[in-house]
């Protein structure tokens, strides 16, 4: 059985980074596709970037590549997000998720989200 | 850019009613990277319908999906109280998913 465990809720300063992990047990961590969602309150759920562990290069959306950093330990099946110079905009939940097998990378495991709250 | 608009924004419903839910594209994508899932306070999205018609692993069967092109449907056959939710279409695309803005399904 798959599981996704995110690490806790953080409160951060404008200006300031957060790194938010995801650790994940059961199946092969290196061959599927762990991508990174945030929703915000009363938004819909918006894709920020993903990546193959065994590949390495990451898939990042136009919107946050300047200041987003998508990384796998293969060591300790360990999915980590670090994004950069937060604003007030980036107070959300954010989400890792590990996909199915096959392509399109399907997010079927979803972990159970890590609050971001971002205020000076 | 894609953009997906859902109609309507709120559907008002009672168990046991059937429930369809619409997702317009603005251009024809095809049905493969096409996919719907239903949102939850408190708890991650869930995807339930990929491929546009494929049910996601432990999803009940009166959840189907249809459409092609433009133009994609969900439809619940008949709603049980867990169903009343948030539902978002969503199109893959290696460099950016897009999602729409959301059905809300809740109790008349």
């Known amino acids: 059985q798959v599981q996704l465990v995110q690490s806790g809720p953080e409160v951060k300063k404008p200006g300031s980074s957060v790194e938010v992990s995801c650790k994940i047990s059961?199946?092969?961590?290196?061959?599927?596709?762990i991508n990174w969602l945030r929703q915000a309150p009363g938004k819909r759920p918006e894709w920020m970037g993903g990546?193959?562990?065994?590949?390495?290069?990451?898939d990042l959306s136009e919107k946050f590549q300047d200041r987003v950093t998508l990384t796998a330990d293969e060591s300790t099946n360990t999915a980590h997000m670090k994004l950069r110079s937060l604003t007030s905009e980036d107070t959300a939940v954010y989400y890792c998720?590990?996909?199915?097998?096959?392509?399109?990378?399907?997010?079927?495991?979803w972990g159970l989200g890590s609050l971001v709250i971002v205020s000076s | 850019e894609l953009v997906l608009t859902q109609s309507p924004n709120t559907l008002s419903l009672s168990p046991g009613d059937r429930a369809t839910l619409s997702c317009r594209a603005s251009r024809g994508v095809h049905n493969n990277y096409f996919a719907w899932y239903q949102c939850k306070p408190g708890q991650p999205p869930r995807l339930l319908i990929y491929g546009a018609s494929t049910r996601a692993t432990g999803v009940p069967d009166r959840f189907g999906g249809s459409g092609s092109g433009t133009d994609f449907t969900l439809t619940i056959t008949r709603l049980e109280p867990e169903d009343f939710a948030v539902y978002y279409c969503q199109h893959y695309d290696s460099s950016l998913w897009t999602f729409g803005q959301g059905t809300k399904v809740d109790l008349k």
């Open positions: 990546l193959i562990p065994m590949l390495g290069t990451p």
């Open positions: 059961g199946g092969t961590f290196s061959s599927y596709s």
């Open positions: 998720a590990r996909s199915m097998s096959g392509y399109p990378p399907w997010p079927q495991h």
